[in-house]
């Protein structure tokens, strides 16, 4: 089993616990640690990458790749473009600003990676340890179940504890079959910024793949918590267009969690 | 390692913009067809109510034809006459009634 792991990346920085750092070096520094399977490493680069960072992940390892994108920013062609370089049968979809937390976090997204799973996520932490992402819900909006409970939170009857079929999972770190993302068509670059990992997981669900929350696996992922998402009308638009009554009914999300 | 290594970048990508745009065309055509589904049953809906208004309306009529032929059978001179009898059945009424206390 040879996993690709696609990181998207500009090459920023910022401040993690008092420390500057360039966050995809050190997400990647953080996966060829942990890894423990064969992996390959493949950093889409936009145009803003400065040439120092492409050298520091070079000098990671023989595993890091280096693909060039220079047109506008659209998450989707990005990931396409990743996914379109990699030879492994998984692909390991991967925000740059994130950080492995438990060791066999890749071994665990695996094991749920088994027949008929067509995606896998994982427990993400922001810098301050509350949950991020803990699966998809989108059973009165399209956001994240749990969004901002302390980390360790259970959950009603512990289902956050629980490795568990979801409605859907982000792509800041998202476990897919090659097979899967081919067969489904990859990304929609339609969606350049907002609900691509939405439309993603209804293409594979519509398609009969599961979704499944890992919580085995955790990351921080140092994405603020106040965001603003910047969703575009025409997102919103097309993803009604083709899910909308999929997405209304959300049998994955418990009534309170 | 899949049978498509040696598809290149640029064929892998083509042929996912192909795929990715006939499911998005299927998913628009079912989500179509469930809203032309929706619509169809809400027309049967309405349909329905407004056969169950119509029955109602009818039956009305029939009630308001019989009360103005009743109507227009009664004298001007009749009908006054009924309603001073009902007032003054009415008054000698209350009447009797405070004379027993």
Redesign the interface.
């Known amino acids: 089993m040879t996993v690709s792991a696609i990181v998207p990346s500009i090459g920023t920085g910022g401040v993690i616990r008092g420390t500057h750092r360039t966050f995809v070096t050190e997400s990647v520094r953080s996966v060829l640690a942990t890894a423990n399977v064969d992996i390959e490493v493949i950093v889409v680069a936009g145009r803003e990458m400065p040439a120092e960072t492409v050298d520091e992940l070079r000098a990671l390892g023989p595993e890091v790749r280096i693909v060039e994108y220079r047109d506008a920013f659209n998450f989707s062609a990005v990931v396409n473009l990743g996914a379109a370089h990699a030879t492994g049968d998984h692909l390991l979809l991967l925000n740059d600003d994130t950080e492995v937390v438990t060791d066999d976090w890749l071994v665990r997204m695996i094991d749920a990676c088994g027949p008929g799973v067509g995606a896998v996520g994982a427990k993400l932490l922001f810098e301050d340890g509350t949950l991020q992402h803990a699966g998809h819900t989108y059973r009165t909006a399209l956001g994240h179940v749990a969004f901002g409970l302390p980390g360790d939170s259970a959950g009603r009857n512990g289902v956050l504890l629980r490795r568990r079929e979801v409605a859907g999972v982000t792509a800041a770190c998202m476990l897919t079959p090659y097979s899967v993302f081919d067969a489904v068509g990859g990304f929609t670059v339609g969606l350049p910024g907002n609900y691509n990992d939405v439309d993603y997981c209804m293409k594979l669900r519509v398609a009969g793949w599961s979704c499944v929350y890992e919580p085995a696996a955790v990351l921080y992922h140092f994405e603020s918590k106040s965001r603003v998402a910047g969703i575009k009308p025409e997102e919103i638009e097309l993803i009604q267009r083709r899910w909308l009554t999929h997405l209304v009914h959300d049998r994955y999300t418990p009534g309170n969690v | ?2 049978e ?2 040696d598809d290149s ?2 064929q ?2 083509a ?10 065309s299927a ?2 055509a ?2 179509l067809r ?1 809203q032309l589904a929706e619509r169809v049953a809400e027309v049967a809906d309405l349909r329905a109510r407004l056969a169950h208004l119509t029955s109602r309306v009818a039956q009305l009529e029939v009630v308001n034809t019989e009360l103005r032929r009743t109507t227009s059978r009664v004298s001007p001179l009749a009908l006054a006459r009924r309603i001073v009898n009902k007032v003054c059945r009415r008054t000698r009424s209350a009447v009797a009634g405070r004379l027993r206390r």
């Open positions: 390692m899949t498509l290594d970048p640029r892998r990508l042929r996912w913009t192909s795929t990715d745009a006939a499911i998005g998913a628009e079912e989500q469930a």
